[in-house]
């Protein structure tokens, strides 16, 4: 099955500019994830989406970042603007939804790398 | 929010050798999971562990869910050159908290 596909692959920006990346999910996949990862840490979760609904978006800097889902498949996440702080790998991840322990499993795409100047 | 201590933070191993990292919670989580990353790529999923005391094998890779529900390992067996890349625990509970990685090198 084909894996979580994220564009673009890298950007390059100068501060108080606009990005947007864009995520499609495992076919079948009704959870959505987007994490930020900074050089030399692991990913912190950005917001997660049950379908198109957001279930958690606590660490999300509403700010500047914005995450939807319209139609409950494929997503995008935006900075308006762009801080320098903002520079890191932007990863996308899915998984399946309910209660079986299985549906825990998240597959990540292979991210977007920011760089903010 | 949950802190994730994984250590040790880098290894650098013989190739042959055998690797042990481990990661521990303040708090509980229902699930454990080991990701390896390597340059420009996601983390891929390794093992995924579900029940305190649980001990699963993936080929060379053993891990296992603490018995406190707030710690996990992961060996590495016989390590080679391609076993080369940063490890990372997550546990979930409600919420997906990653740690910070364990990064292996591997020398021929």
């Known amino acids: 099955e084909a894996g979580v596909a994220q564009s673009p692959r890298y950007k390059i920006i100068e501060k108080r500019q606009s990005v947007a990346f864009w995520c499609n999910p495992i076919?079948?996949?009704?959870?959505l994830y987007w994490y930020q990862q900074i050089l030399g840490q692991g990913p912190k979760l950005l917001i997660q989406?049950?379908?198109?609904?957001?279930?958690?978006d606590s660490q999300l800097p509403k700010d500047r970042f914005s995450a939807e889902r319209l139609k409950g498949v494929d997503s995008t996440l935006k900075i308006q603007p762009a801080k320098l702080e903002d520079s890191a790998v932007y990863l996308c991840?899915?998984?399946?939804?309910?209660?079986?322990?299985?549906?825990?499993?998240?597959?990540f795409g292979p991210g977007t790398r920011l760089t903010v100047l | 929010g949950q802190q994730l201590n994984q250590s040790p933070q880098s290894m650098f191993i013989q190739e042959g050798e055998d690797v042990s990292m481990n990661c521990t919670s303040s708090?509980?989580?229902?699930?454990w999971l080991w990701y390896k990353q390597e340059p420009g790529e996601g983390p891929v999923l390794l093992i995924a562990?579900?029940?305190?005391?649980e001990l699963t094998s993936n080929g060379r890779l053993t891990a296992q869910f603490g018995i406190t529900r707030k710690d996990s390992f992961l060996n590495i067996s016989a390590s080679i050159p391609s076993d080369v890349g940063i490890y990372f625990c997550?546990?979930?509970?409600?919420?997906?908290?990653f740690g910070s990685g364990t990064k292996l090198n591997v020398k021929p």
């Open positions: 989406f049950q379908n198109n609904g957001v279930v958690d």
């Open positions: 562990l579900y029940k305190a005391g």
């Open positions: 708090s509980i989580f229902n699930t």
């Open positions: 991840a899915s998984s399946h939804s309910g209660t079986s322990e299985v549906y825990n499993e998240q597959f």
């Open positions: 076919s079948g996949h009704a959870t």
């Open positions: 997550a546990g979930n509970f409600n919420k997906f908290y």
